[in-house]
Structure formats: C-alpha cells, structure tokens
C-alpha cells in the first residue's frame, strides 16, 4: 500500500477555485443533461403520433445547448488559469 505523506488524516480544504470549477462542471453537466433529454422525449413523443406537446420540451433546447456550451468554456476558461497559476507558483518556489 502506498503510504501518506502528510501527518494529519484530515482532507485538505476545497479551494475556492476548485469548488467554481465543481459548480461549473454540475451545471454544465445538469443543463446538457436535462436539454438533451427533452429533446429526446420530444423527437419520441413526435414519433408515437402524440399531436398536443408541451412548447417547452422543444424550446428547452435551443436555450439549454447553447448555455451549456457558455458553462464549458467558462469551466475551460477557469482551469486554464488555476493551471497556469500553479505551474507559475511551482517555477517561483524553485
């Protein structure tokens, strides 16, 4: 077994930026989820026949999608600069 390195048994606490990107990632992954499940209950619902469909299992994709996209990107956005961040303190600390 690998042994710890640390002294304590307590976790480290989450930063700040890792529980944004946390967030980031849920939402963008809940948005995309919901978006792409309503567009499938509607293409099915279109194909057993029903004619009556609520407006917004159609509509929720075409606002959800492009959010989700925003979401991603923002959580792109966030990690390249926790990185470059690290990378800029490890280099320092040398």
């Given at each position: 077994m690998a042994k710890r390195t640390s002294k304590s048994n307590t976790p480290e606490p989450i930063s700040t930026v890792q529980?944004?990107?946390n967030i980031l990632a849920y939402a963008a992954a809940g948005v995309i989820g919901v978006s792409l499940l309503s567009m499938f209950i509607a293409l099915v619902s279109k194909f057993l026949g029903v004619n009556e469909m609520p407006a917004i299992l159609a509509q929720?994709?075409?606002v959800g999608l492009p959010?989700?996209?925003i979401l991603v990107m923002s959580l792109l956005a966030v990690?390249?600069?926790r990185r470059s961040r690290e990378n800029r303190e490890g280099n320092q600390n040398k």
């Open positions: 529980r944004i990107e929720l994709p075409l959010f989700g996209f990690s390249i600069t």
